[in-house]
């Protein structure tokens, strides 16, 4: 499904300490890449990685076929943005948690129209001037969800984005992420422990002791 796709990501010989030993790693661009494995695999020290948080100790990433360490930060994360696991609440009322991600980028800050559909997009009935301090770990793992898909980058690289959700609104919230990400050209790069998630993979990649088990497969 996925062959003859140009690369988003490419990775080669790349390690970083003790925790990731990656040969190969072909990461397919404008598709659905699933990351599994058990815990403390290297899971979330691989998406750092791509958004370059940090970086490895040897080895080479190729982002659209250039190498990451020639690309500026900031501009990559325009273009790459990652959602952490437990993702931070800023001081502030729900709009402007939901405009925090747009300080550093070109566009326009969205109406409170738009601000509110988003919040229908990831099931969040709150209103705009509410303080998320107050919310649940939930509410706050959609708030931040709502966040990165105002930014609209390329690449949205999730971090157990339902790991805080209850199965249904989980599902139900990736279903339509994908469907956003598929109808829009966008690529998508989720780490989940859920199987039912595995459902949404074009590609999907197992990890184990910091390794990639199938890395580069299907290119
Ligand atoms: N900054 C760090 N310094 C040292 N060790 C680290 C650091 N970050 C992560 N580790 C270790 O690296 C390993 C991989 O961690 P990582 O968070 O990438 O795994 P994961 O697959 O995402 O796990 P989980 O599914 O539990 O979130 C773990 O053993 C972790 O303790």
Known sequence: MFKGRKSMFLLRNVKY???LEIEELYIPEKMITVITGESGSGKTTLLKMLNKMI???RGEILFKGQPLEKIDSVDLRRKVVMLPQFPVVFPGDVRENLIAGLRFSEKKIPSDERLREILEFVMLKKSLNDDPEKFSG???QRLALARVLLMDPDVF?????TSSLDRETGIEIIRRVV????KRNKTLIVVTHDPELRRFADRLIE???GRVLNGASGH
């Open 55 to 57: 970086t490895p100790d």
């Open 157 to 161: 690289l999730l971090d157990e984005p």
């Open 179 to 182: 469907d956003l990400v598929r």
């Open 17 to 19: 300490k003790n925790i």
């Open 138 to 140: 939930g509410e706050k």
């Open 207 to 209: 990890m184990k002791d």
